[in-house]
């Protein structure tokens, strides 16, 4: 069993393999399987910068490609290059993308190193997200 502390420190691992020359602004994500794996991403920019991917999505696509449909949790840390993680919420666009494989009550964990962990549901961060028909 991933206990929550370790789905961070594996997000805080992820993190350090950012690739971000432009922001340097590393984020870090570490996504729980239904049946208990992790599968990990960072962000990885681009010099076209619209073709950047942030960490939480590319955790997701790792894991759909790997054959997982069924999610738990994220948990998900970021900050500047060389300092201390910290809250990093997801973007828009990736709580859209969590909530094409996640139900509402996919668990989002966000850490910051020395403090309490936030911890919200899928449902909290995309409230009325959009369906093709009531599920
Ligand atoms: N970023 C993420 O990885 N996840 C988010 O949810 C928001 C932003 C990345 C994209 C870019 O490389 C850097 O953070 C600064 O925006």
Redesign the pocket.
């Known amino acids: 069993m991933v206990t929550r502390e370790e789905l961070i420190q594996k997000a805080a691992g992820a993190r350090q393999r950012?690739y971000?020359p432009?922001?340097h602004?590393?984020?870090g994500?570490a996504l729980l399987t239904d049946d208990g794996q992790v599968y990990t991403g960072?962000?990885?920019?681009n010099v076209s910068y619209s073709a950047?991917?942030?960490?939480?999505?590319?955790a997701i696509f790792a894991a759909v490609a790997a054959g997982h449909r069924h999610f738990q949790a994220m948990a998900?840390v970021?900050g500047p290059e060389g300092q201390k993680y910290d809250y990093?919420?997801?973007?828009g666009?990736?709580r859209q993308v969590m909530s094409e494989f996640c139900g509402k009550d996919f668990r989002i964990l966000l850490a910051a190193e020395g403090k309490e962990t936030r911890e919200y549901t899928l449902e909290e961060l995309l409230p009325q997200a959009f369906v093709l028909a009531e599920r």
């Open positions: 950012a971000c432009y922001s602004y590393q984020v994500a960072c962000n990885i920019e950047t991917v942030c960490a939480e999505r590319t998900v970021g990093a919420p997801p973007c666009v990736c």
